[in-house]
């Protein structure tokens, strides 16, 4: 599913910087994402790839450069962010669940506040998304009771019912115990074969072999190496990639 | 012995002005309270904005002065300040005594509440704000659906010890002789010449006042953790 990189273009980062402080975490990174491209990205703690991610949908702004969605630039001055915020579902390390709300009202609050859908509407739809991860059992219960592969599971359905373009996945199976990353997985699985354009930043290297279009590996601030999970995983040219990958078991 | 049928008598013959004491100190209390949370949340909420023109922030730290000069100096302090200041730099106001005291009892629990009601903000994990703004909701409305109801659960216990500190606090009042519990100990010493007697079932009032009302707030908490079970 080799997407033309001209084609049906959806994000496009030009040199973007990012600094906390002192520090330099992005340095330059330029790149774009096609519509239905499944992006995954790879590399050590500190390279830039959760700040990247969270870049993407301004939850860090950046320094300087530029972050073209569907054509607008939204590191603009007065682009409403929120808008656009609302068509890029994000998934978090820690779940970040509503802990004040039940699991339904996780799901139907952004919907309904945000005028996308009627109460009915998004109750159905929140239906629907929970049998679609095993959990409209739970649909009354507080999110204290999940476990975390449940409140993944819940993250990343209460993101999908704002039906976005885009969903960007920040390290989604870090934080759960081992017997539950199977289970998250699946679903990330099936929501890409959906055809849900998607970036994810993950440490499961076998993952995001099999799923991903293309693999971005990040180290020092910038993309050091990126291409097909073939050529990066088992070609990789960069010395940096190298030695990242000799070192991860998968 | 002596002192316990002193009491009896004492209480026996001045309950009426004991009983006028607590409804003062009740009163007293009860409004300080309801307007320094008002204030004291308005305040704090102020305090996160960000208006401003670069590091020029006036809101901030209009706000930051006011919370840090009232926890800097005495309550006895204030309370003279605004019993005097009030009548003489604004006469036209005609406000009464009581009022001068309620107004520097809310000017000062207010400053405390702001801080709580902050550090009860602050402590709502971030990554509820982020997940909030991440789906498209607006600063505000992330407030009003997340924040604020998480928030109000790390609040209320620091919030109840603020009020039973109030409630003890009226106390000082007694000072101007506004009627409150110590202002009637103050009146029954004078007429009995006794010190201890009155001064114990004042101190039994408070005691009784501050524990139930800890009780009460106490239940409350159980009843908002049981709602998230």
Sequence with gaps: MQVNANGNEIIRVEDLHKSFGSLHVLKGVTEHISKGEVVSVI?????????FLRCLNLLEVPNSGHIYFEGTDITAKGVDINIHRQKMGMVFQHFNVFNNLTVGKNITLAPTLLKKKTQAE???????????????????????????????????????????????????????D?????????????????????VIVTHEMGFAKEVSDRVFFMDGGIIAEKGTPDEVFNHPQNPRTQEFLSKVLY | MEFFSVMAQVWSKYSHLFLHGLWMTLYMGALTVAISTVFGSILALLRR?????????????????????????????????????????????????????????????????????????????????????????????TMIHIV???????????????????????????????GELMTQFKTINGITYRVLEPLTIVGIIYFLLTFILSKLIALLERRLNASER
């Design chain 1, 122 to 176: 998004a109750d159905e739809m929140c239906k629907e998304l929970l049998n679609r991860v095993g959990l409209y059992d739970k649909i009354d219960q507080y999110p204290k009771k999940l476990s975390g592969g449940q409140k993944q599971r819940l993250a990343i359905v209460r993101a999908l019912a704002m039906e976005p373009e885009v969903m960007l996945f920040d390290e989604p199976t870090s934080a759960l």
């Design chain 2, 49 to 141: 904005s960000n208006w401003g023109i670069g590091p020029f922030k006036p809101i901030q730290w209009i706000v930051t002065a006011y919370v840090e000069i009232i926890r800097g100096t005495p309550i006895l302090l204030q309370l003279y300040f605004f019993y005097f200041m009030l009548p003489s730099w604004l006469p036209f106001l005609d406000l009464s005594e009581f009022a001068c005291v309620l107004i520097a009892c809310c000017v000062n629990s207010t400053a405390y509440v702001c801080e709580i009601v902050r550090a009860g903000i602050q402590a709502v994990d971030i990554g509820q704000t982020e997940a909030a703004r991440s789906l498209g909701l607006n600063g505000t409305q």
């Design chain 2, 148 to 178: 604020i109801p998480q928030a109000v659960k790390n609040i209320l216990p620091a919030l109840c010890n603020e009020f039973i500190a109030i409630v003890k606090e009226t106390s000082l009042a007694s000072t101007f002789f506004i």
């Design chain 1, 43 to 51: 590399g050590p703690s500190g390279g830039g790839k959760s700040t």
């Design chain 1, 178 to 198: 081992p017997e539950m990353v199977g289970e998250v997985l699946y679903v990330i699985k099936d929501l890409v074969k959906t055809g849900m354009t998607t």
